[in-house]
């Protein structure tokens, strides 16, 4: 059963039937009333059996059915408000409400939305703890609200009893699969220090040092990358499965580049962090310098995930001829290194370095400046 699936029958069962007083809304009853809103012969109750268990599912391009389907969802009780919606969306990789959508169905205006979505996020900061353990364990707060009337079934205290399925809830999601995964994105991360950190230990005691963590760093913009590709699973994705004209090389093609983009900004930003902490005079410890790592890794996955999907919004397909130029980025870190290496006592010199890193900042903050006023 998908995450999806398990979601869909859970808003089902909270949904009354509206013409049966009291009576859990069906399977059949809901394809029905689907059908009632879109104008047509609806779904059987095997269909919406089928989406339930995951093994069939709506459609992206199908935007209708899934309007209808959260809509009578919400008439009926079983879906409360555009934040469940979206969360129920997301769960099948679908695309979340616009504001048009938004307002046919829960009929607010934009100012309203965006003030319960403030208020969500202040009523969540309030919260604390018990928030964040349903966002890190559970799909949904109605899902952990649920946990907790269950829990209080029993004698006092009910902390204990919450504790206990708070853990078994997270054993759950636990599979050999993504405890491997999630030790090969360890391996990831100290390899990532290893190749890059010396880069970042400045100053260099020599011509020798300074070639020897130059190479390391040259050689860790290729490798690191590519794990980074590599760890990034789109084969599994019901997004992109969807997309059958999409050639499977051109997207793994572009989740590389999209890694190998992200780890360089990544990178530079941590370049500049480092730049200025040593100019001031302090020396970067050893926790400090492996948290630093993890960002550019970090954006390097985030990337990887991004830029295959912004090219597809942009040009509807995934051709190499629309963005091979940014295959480039690919050189960017040899490039970077020879150019470092014949540069670096002169831009580490202390005053030198604090008008680059103003420099650099400034460019960034005008770059992204610009952007802005190019959307506006």
Known sequence: MTKFGEALRAFRQASNDPDRLNRRLSQERLGELIGHEMGDRGFSGAAISDWERGESRISAYDRNVLIALILILHRCGGLQDLAEANQFLEAGNYRAFD???????????????SARTASAASTKNEAGFPIMMWTLFFESPREFQSMLVQ??????????????????????RL???????????????????????????????????????????????IVIPAFIGM????????????????????????????????????????????????????????????????????????????IPYNLLLAYKRLNL?????FF?????????????LEI?????????????????????????????????
């Open 99 to 113: 504001t048009d959508e938004a307002q046919k169905i829960f009929q607010e205006n934009l100012s309203d939305i």
């Open 151 to 172: 829990a209080k079934d029993g004698p006092p205290p009910v902390w204990p009893r919450v504790m206990i399925a708070v853990f078994r809830r997270f054993s759950d």
């Open 175 to 221: 599979s050999v699969s993504s405890a491997w995964t999630f030790f090969l994105w360890v391996w990831v991360w100290l390899l990532a220090w290893a190749l890059i950190a010396p880069s970042l230990r400045w100053p260099f005691p020599g011509q020798t040092e300074a070639f020897i963590a130059l190479v390391l760093y040259a050689g860790g913009t």
């Open 231 to 306: 760890l990034t699973n789109t084969k599994d994705s019901e997004f992109w499965k969807e997309k059958k004209p999409l050639k499977d090389i051109n997207l793994r093609l572009y989740t590389y580049q999209g890694a190998s983009i992200g780890f360089h900004v990544g990178y530079f930003f941590v370049f500049m962090f480092v730049l200025l902490i040593y100019n001031l005079g302090f020396t970067p410890a050893l926790w400090l310098e492996l948290v630093a790592i993890a960002f550019p890794v970090f954006v390097g996955y985030a990337s990887a995930r991004l």
């Open 321 to 325: 001829k629309d963005g091979a130029i």
């Open 328 to 340: 480039a980025f690919f050189l960017l870190g040899p490039v970077w290194a020879y150019f470092f």
């Open 344 to 376: 670096y006592d002169i831009l580490l010199a202390r005053a030198l370095g604090v008008f680059v890193f103003l420099l650099a900042m400034t460019i960034v903050a005008g770059w992204t400046f610009w952007q802005n006023r190019r959307k506006t």
